[in-house]
């Protein structure tokens, strides 16, 4: 196979975040190298904000050790916030102030069971996670099935470009990004902000 075709093995990942000592390491060094996440993060209020509901309901995939569900909560009191993740070491590290969590398998067929609907999705740096780029679309899928009516999708990921990652497997294009939010049957796609290696996606179904 030529090096520049993606391959379709899940990539694996240099660390292992259901550990806590990774965990614990991720937490403790992901804003001094991505300093613009607190950029993202006042995006994500922002546009739960835009939603104009008196108690919104948000859902948080990938959650990690909660700085973005704090960010929210701080911000918009009367918010219905749920947080998931597939690491209960990462879930460890904010349950003193933030509660109780899921541990989760994205990949998995049933992974939404019983949760209900949401008035927003939000995620932060985790679709990646799913391991390969070819998983996405079926990812977004599910998530457009947790969504109410006029629900919003806010999506945001590294992306491959000369000023974001090198690895075509397991990141994907910005085009790539919007496309797999159309695919998964989201008519509307906005790019928020780009920067930083990141990019942030508002996706609705109308």
């Not at 879930?91 to 969590?101: Q, T």
């Not at 159309?182 to 930083?196: E, M, Q, Y």
Request: with cysteine; charged share 25%; proline share 4%.
């Amino acid at each position: 196979m030529p090096s520049d075709v993606p391959s379709d093995e899940d990539v694996v990942s240099p660390i292992d975040l259901r550990t806590m000592a990774d965990a614990r390491h991720w937490a403790t060094t992901a804003l001094m190298k991505r300093p613009a996440r607190s950029q993202f993060f006042q995006c994500f209020v922002d546009q739960v904000r835009l939603l104009r509901l008196a108690e919104p309901s948000v859902l948080e995939l990938g959650s990690g050790p909660g700085f973005l569900a704090r960010q929210v909560l701080e911000a918009i009191p009367s918010v219905h916030y749920t947080m998931l993740d597939f690491s209960l070491a990462m879930h460890e590290l904010p349950r003193e102030h933030l509660g109780s969590f899921a541990s989760i398998d994205f990949k998995t067929s049933s992974w939404t069971t019983g949760l209900g609907t949401f008035d927003a999705a939000i995620t932060m740096q985790a679709v990646h996670e799913v391991r390969h780029k070819r998983h996405v679309p079926d990812f977004h899928v599910s998530v457009r099935s947790l969504l109410k009516a006029n629900g919003r999708y806010l999506v945001c990921d590294h992306y491959v470009g000369s000023d974001g990652m090198k690895d075509e497997a397991l990141y994907m294009t910005v085009e790539e990004q919007r496309d797999a939010l159309r695919l998964a049957g989201f008519n509307t796609v906005r790019c928020i902000l780009r920067k930083d290696g990141l990019v942030l996606h508002s996706a609705a179904i109308d």
